[in-house]
């Protein structure tokens, strides 16, 4: 087992695993401030670390330490992962930089690490996809003018923070993480995935191009919350992958731009894809996949409360009910279950799928399977609605991804474009979050009584692949209670469309707003309440 001193490296290439869902749920139960971000900051920085070669471990140590396991006044008001400009001057103190994601401050963590680690040499280690690190770190060249260079713990010790013991500081944070979230190294718990002797370190991330696109963003009226047809994502969205749709009809980009776009579009109010392909290969980008609108696509079936299959409950476990839309781009293909795509629709699509996958830092050699998710992040629609969209176009799927698998090889290693044939190895069903048992979730998720539109009542308990459940499950894990179901309303509104309303013991709000609409959670607190808190 790995155990840090001072003198520990703040680079790594054999970096520890860390369980990062009971990470999270631990700053929570110590009553850290904002478990939403916290959860956002810690998958952004260990994500972002790797790509790097900056071990996770310091950076989640650095964090437990400046802000107090999520408790202090900067990471509650500004959510300053590490202290960052806090000074104890009070008027620098009340002047330092706020981030609005827990993202964005993963960002400029590791922004103000690389400028400590290699000093005005930094831009040649950030990947050109990631924000400018000036921006997501105002106090970027403090540590560049002063001379400071770190190569060990101990180096940030009377510089990062003007503490005798801060080296020391971290290094017990560090070998507390390792005994309670250590998983072992990537390379250990990978063996069943990794080519023997593999090493995605030295691949180069960052490079694939953005395939060219017409765009033609869809016109929608702004709004805060969830409603004509996408969600209000604050600070934007942090894409991860991707979910393949087929239009199940003709038209060109205009007929389906039109198609989209408000006041006059049939899915003006309910739906919105991020990119279209017709059937010469032409991309059309409809909404900025990084922007502030997660499109209603990627989940549930209309009329229907939807539902898992293929790799789709292993995603869900994972990433939650947010995950579906938050973090995979939508691409509708011009298509239908009878035909095939066209070669060039395949050459597109596996394009603008290796741009993405490789802005993640994914290695191409395991796509689609993700080694540092433990999960696939490639789907056909059909994974996670209750839809047959897509179950027709399982071989076209596995073309894609074999030409995305080529470009990535070709600009993250080198290589000839060539496409490469995807080989996912068996994976165990996935696991309950939070480490349950079947067993001890069933008994802590209780029973459900489904009222229908008709007054009928339906009853039913915890399911290892539904989407209720895995959403309860990710959110308990997250926040470390674990609240009963009480009760699932089927309700139709003027329309006739049936909405979904699921009430849980400590006042947790699941619902399925409307038919195209995926699972979200609810905040339906009084707007005076809201204020007054």
Aim: proline share 6%; charged share 20%; net charge negative.
């Amino acid at each position: 087992m790995t155990t840090y001193t001072p003198q520990s490296s703040l680079l790594t290439t054999d970096p520890l695993r860390v369980d990062t869902q009971a990470f999270s749920a631990y700053a929570n139960r110590l009553g850290g401030a904002r478990a939403a971000e916290t959860r956002e900051y810690v998958e952004a920085v260990v994500s972002g670390a790797l790509q790097l070669s900056i071990d996770p471990v310091v950076c989640l140590a650095q964090w437990a330490l400046e802000t107090n396991w999520g408790r202090s006044e900067w990471w509650v008001r500004n959510l300053n992962s590490s202290g960052i400009g806090i000074t104890g001057d009070p008027a620098q103190n009340a002047a330092s930089q706020r981030w609005h994601t827990g993202t964005t401050s993963a960002y400029g963590h590791l922004a103000h690490l690389c400028a400590y680690i290699y000093g005005d040499s930094l831009i040649d280690y950030w990947p050109i996809s990631w924000p400018d690190p000036s921006d997501v770190d105002k106090r970027l060249g403090a540590p560049i003018r002063a001379g400071y260079r770190a190569t060990e713990l101990d180096d940030l010790t009377n510089t990062w923070a003007i503490d005798n013991k801060y080296g020391q500081k971290l290094a017990s944070r560090a070998n507390d993480i390792v005994r309670d979230f250590g998983r072992g190294t990537y390379w250990e718990t990978e063996a069943a995935v990794e080519p023997e002797g593999d090493d995605s370190m030295a691949m180069t991330f960052g490079r694939v191009p953005k395939p060219t696109m017409t765009v033609m963003i869809v016109s929608k009226p702004a709004n805060t919350g969830s409603a004509y047809g996408y969600d209000y994502v604050p600070g934007g969205r942090n894409i991860i992958g991707l979910v393949h749709h087929e239009t199940q009809g003709r038209g060109s980009g205009k007929f389906y731009h039109d198609f989209f776009s408000c006041p006059n579009g049939e899915r003006c109010k309910n739906a919105l894809v991020d990119f279209f392909i017709d059937r010469q290969g032409n991309i059309f980008q409809f909404n900025d996949p990084f922007g502030v609108r997660a499109g209603w696509a990627n989940g549930g079936g209309v009329g229907q409360a939807g539902g898992l299959e293929g790799d789709g409950p292993a995603f869900y476990a994972r990433f939650g009910a947010a995950g579906i839309n938050n973090r995979l781009v939508s691409i509708e293909y011009e298509s239908t279950d009878a035909e095939d795509f066209t070669a060039a629709q395949v050459q597109a699509g596996g394009s603008l799928a290796a741009w993405i996958h490789d802005r993640d830092g994914q290695p191409w050699d395991r796509h689609p399977f993700v080694p540092k998710y433990g999960c696939v992040t490639s789907f056909l629609h059909y994974e996670f609605g209750t839809t047959n969209c897509g179950k027709g176009e399982l071989d076209d799927i596995t073309k894609i991804q074999a030409v995305t698998k080529g470009i990535m090889r070709q600009y993250q290693e080198g290589g000839t474009g060539t496409p490469e044939q995807p080989q996912v190895p068996p994976q165990p069903a996935p696991a309950i979050p939070g480490g349950l048992t079947l067993a001890e979730a069933t008994k802590r998720f209780g029973r459900v009584e489904k009222h229908t539109p008709d007054g009928k009542t339906v009853t039913g308990g915890f399911d290892p692949t539904g989407i209720i459940s895995l959403a309860w499950a990710h959110r308990s894990a997250a926040e470390g209670i674990w609240p009963e179901i009480e009760s699932w309303w089927e309700l139709v509104d003027k329309s006739g469309d049936v909405r979904h309303l699921v009430v849980f013991a400590n006042g947790w709000l699941f619902v399925k707003a409307a038919p195209r609409a995926a699972w979200t959670w609810a905040d339906l607190q009084p707007v005076a309440l809201k204020e007054a808190a």
